[in-house]
């Protein structure tokens, strides 16, 4: 003990004297710093290690303390609010605010929905929501200016100059409006008309033999198309009525005669077809007066004129009253300036795109103008007549067709002339962007309703719990309400299989137009629901036939044509392509379309009649089968059908046979005046007297009980 004592005191001195002779006997050792008056040895890879360690066990410690950052929903405060608004800003319930300030100094039970809170309490609901607030800030939008362009005031008297009347053929169908305008014209457009009937509205100048030129619009006479004549009445100064003497007036022309005074247009009637044996141009005359138009000779200011348009007779006076009311009326216009007119029809097609048929109202429209018409506009390309001819210029009165259109405007449309593309551009944006803000005020209306109606059922649902305290109303509420969310309803909607999804698809705008027409006066919903998916100008594409086979729908297709390809692909995906040029054949196949959706109606059909007798059971090995004796009343039992056992009144039993006999043979037909034997599958107890009625089930197609007008 002693030695190791000196030994250490030894080392000490050595290490206080001379460090280098102390490491040539300690090499690997270090000297740490001493503790006291003694230093201390230890081993490197020891302490090394044992750092490590330590850091590795504050590394760990540092990862536990890391937390994750969630992000908080804000709501917007603002000073005073009301507890409802705050719930309503927060996106909860009134009961969830009064939660929140439970155990603070608020009188909870005082609180109303329109209790204005302090704002302290405001963000101590917020917080303890977990939540963060901001102010809300005063909205600083500034209204977008208008940048529409409108008609040009009136122009100075002076500066007007004559132009040619534009007049409108209209009538009932098949009163012969094409053939008096192909009379006049010289032409036969009645020969290229699918079915004989007009279907699309026609722009034509004709002029007479004394040098007068006239703009004449045919119309289509069918019922379809009713807004086709409302256009044409609006964009003319004259109209023709022309009535069948042999028919007399008809729906549609009652309706062309409301069309014109809508319009406030004169009108010329002309009795047509007067060169049949059964004419009776009286008889048409007079009853025009039921609708307040009075012919010349009895008194009024409408010209009645006498015309067979089939064999020219009489066309020369038509035309001159025609001239004679146009003088009466000092039709002007200005010839100069930006161009206004009215868009009659459009269409794709192929090679040229867009095409309008436009009438002039003022200026005169040149190659290179720029228009607008609508949500559209144009640089002209093209001016051509009816007859495909290019013009170079079209003045007031003139029709024509406008080729380059960027898109396609519709029927009836405003086109106007301004200065630039780039204004064009900025005409198109502004009602673009107005037509977005007038839906956006639609939808919040619908929203605005809607809340109201929630509100409305929030408080009747808790008229009731007014006198409880907000833990009972919502312990009361939890109850009312666990099973509406137990189920959680189906995320995919499957289509009912009473409905029919459509693509129309038209060759002018005008046809579209009229075949939405007829659909919108769809009413039979409640037997299977129709729903028009997508419609458009021009030929069936791919895309229809995709979107078609997507809402497993049909494609109806007027005056259009789909290519080979596009045919095989409609095939290949089950999808029916409906092709049609007569309006009326389409709406037929619609109806029946629509009938084959719909369920058949199940209707009984007696066959016979039995009365039972006597009851009586049969062993069938070990067990007892029940067993009626009965004679045939009326008609015959057969077994392969279906029986009702009736007693009194009532329907004791319905079903099927389990055998028929008649004395100990088998059966399948029983007939009238005869006696027979029968069980029945089921559990039933037969009684004298009771009526067996053996009945057959039919089928009966149903019907649509759309009715279309046609």
């Not at 247009?265 to 025009?288: G, S």
């Not at 020369?316 to 009215?342: D, H, N, Q, R």
């Not at 097609?349 to 103008?369: F, H, Y």
């Not at 259009?560 to 999808?575: D, E, F, T, W």
Request: hydrophobic letters at 40%; proline letters at 4%; charged letters at 25%.
């Amino acid at each position: 003990m002693n030695v190791m004592s000196s030994v250490m005191r030894g080392a000490r001195r050595l290490a206080h004297n001379d460090l280098t002779m102390l490491s040539n006997f300690l090499p690997v050792p270090h000297l740490f710093s001493t503790r006291g008056s003694a230093p201390l040895l230890t081993c490197h890879q020891n302490r090394e290690f044992a750092s490590k360690k330590v850091q590795g066990h504050r590394k760990d410690q540092r990862d536990k303390k890391v937390k994750v950052k969630v992000d908080k929903q804000e709501v917007e405060i603002r000073q005073t609010m009301t507890v409802a608004s705050l719930a309503e800003a927060m996106n909860k319930d009134f009961d969830h605010v009064i939660e929140a300030l439970l155990n603070t100094s608020v009188d909870v039970d005082s609180l109303e929905p329109d209790s204005v809170l302090e704002e302290r309490w405001i963000k101590e609901v917020v917080k303890r929501s977990g939540m963060k607030f901001s102010w809300a800030k005063l909205s600083d939008s500034r209204e977008r200016p208008n940048r529409d362009v409108h008609r040009r005031p009136p122009a100075d008297p002076s500066c007007l100059a004559p132009r040619s009347p534009v007049v409108t053929i209209m009538g009932h169908v098949d009163h012969g409006k094409t053939t008096l305008l192909d009379s006049l014209r010289k032409s036969q457009i009645v020969s290229t008309e699918a079915g004989g009937i007009t279907q699309h509205i026609g722009a034509f100048l004709v002029q007479l033999p004394t040098g007068e030129k006239i703009t004449f619009l045919d119309t289509p006479g069918h019922a379809a198309f009713s807004s086709m004549r409302a256009r044409g009445a609006n964009a003319t100064d004259i109209v023709i009525l022309v009535v069948a003497a042999d028919d007399g007036v008809m729906n549609q022309t009652v309706e062309s005669i409301q069309h014109a005074k809508r319009a406030n247009v004169p009108m010329i009637v002309a009795v047509n077809k007067c060169d049949k044996p059964q004419a009776d141009p009286q008889r048409v005359k007079q009853e025009l007066l039921a609708y307040d138009v009075v012919c010349e000779e009895f008194g009024g200011d409408v010209q009645a004129i006498h015309v067979s348009a089939l064999k020219g007779d009489n066309l020369m006076a038509l035309a001159e009253a025609t001239v004679t009311l146009a003088e009466i009326l000092e039709l002007k216009a200005e010839p100069s300036g930006l161009v206004e007119g009215i868009v009659i029809e459009s269409r794709t097609d192929k090679g040229k795109g867009p095409v309008t048929t436009a009438i002039v109202q003022r200026g005169s429209l040149k190659r290179g103008s720029v228009l607008v018409a609508g949500k559209s506009w144009a640089k002209v390309r093209y001016l051509l007549d009816e007859n495909g001819r290019a013009v170079t210029e079209a003045g007031p009165s003139a029709a024509v067709e406008v080729v380059g259109w960027k898109e396609l405007p519709s029927a009836g449309e405003i086109i106007l002339e301004v200065e630039s593309e780039q204004r064009a551009r900025e005409v198109v944006e502004w009602r673009t962007y107005e037509e977005e803000q007038q839906k956006l005020l639609e939808e919040q209306s619908v929203i605005e309703l809607k809340q109201k109606q929630h509100l409305e059922e929030y408080k009747k649902e808790r008229e009731g719990l007014t006198h409880l305290s907000w833990r009972q109303r919502k312990s009361a509420l939890y109850r009312a309400n666990k099973g509406k969310f137990s189920v959680r309803p189906s995320e995919k909607t499957q289509r009912d299989e009473h409905s029919l999804p459509l693509i129309i698809k038209g060759d002018v705008d005008g046809s579209v137009e009229a075949i939405l027409n007829i659909l919108d006066s769809y009413d039979a919903q409640h037997q299977c629901q129709m729903d028009v998916v997508h419609f458009g100008i021009g030929d069936v594409s791919e895309n229809d036939v995709n979107m078609a086979q997507m809402f497993t729908g049909s494609i109806y297709g007027f005056n259009v044509g789909a290519s080979k390809p596009i045919q095989q692909l409609a095939a290949r995906c089950g999808v029916p392509l409906r092709l049609h040029t007569i309006i009326y054949k389409l709406i037929d196949e619609l109806k029946d379309e629509l009938s084959s959706k719909l369920p058949p109606h199940v209707s009984e059909n007696v066959i016979g009649e039995a009365t039972v007798l006597a009851m009586f059971d049969v062993s069938v090995g070990k067990k007892k089968v029940p067993v009626a004796g009965c004679r045939i009343q009326k008609g015959q039992l057969d077994r392969r059908l279906k029986f009702r056992v009736i007693r009194g009144r009532d329907v004791v039993w319905e079903g099927s046979l389990a055998a028929l006999k008649h004395h100990k043979d088998d059966v399948q037909v029983v007939k009238v005046g005869m006696e027979c034997g029968l069980s029945v599958d089921g559990d039933v107890t037969f009684s004298p007297g009771d009526v067996i009625v053996c009945y057959e089930e039919v089928d009966t197609p149903q019907v649509t009980s759309w009715n279309p007008g046609f």
